[in-house]
């Protein structure tokens, strides 16, 4: 599981490049940035703890986490994109 958090730190990059090249085509909406930005902090969330901990606690945990990441998440990526693109 390591490798999985390694190669989606090393895509994180790619993710932005992604919504810089919406945003310059006039495709980036507010919806498409917050849903893009959540699903990757939530996968990013949950592999890396599922990946330091052995503890099923932990585990579930780090998975409670993860699907938190989604309900403030959204509204807070909403936010910045409101700040950053308008």
Same mark, same amino acid.
């Given at each position: 599981?390591? $490798?999985? /958090? ?26 498409? /940035? ?11 969330? /949950? ?13 579930? $945990? ?8 989604? /309900? ?15």
């Amino acid at each position: 599981m390591l $490798i999985f /958090f390694i190669l989606e730190v090393v895509f994180l990059p790619l993710y932005l490049l992604y919504i810089k090249i919406l945003h310059k085509r006039g495709q980036l909406t507010e919806t498409r /940035f917050a849903l893009l930005m959540v699903l990757c902090l939530g996968i990013m969330v /949950f592999t890396f703890s599922q990946e330091i901990s052995t503890m099923p606690a932990i585990r579930i $945990i780090g998975s409670v986490l993860a699907f938190l990441c989604w /309900f403030p998440g959204y509204s807070i990526a909403r936010q910045i994109y409101r700040r950053v693109f308008l």
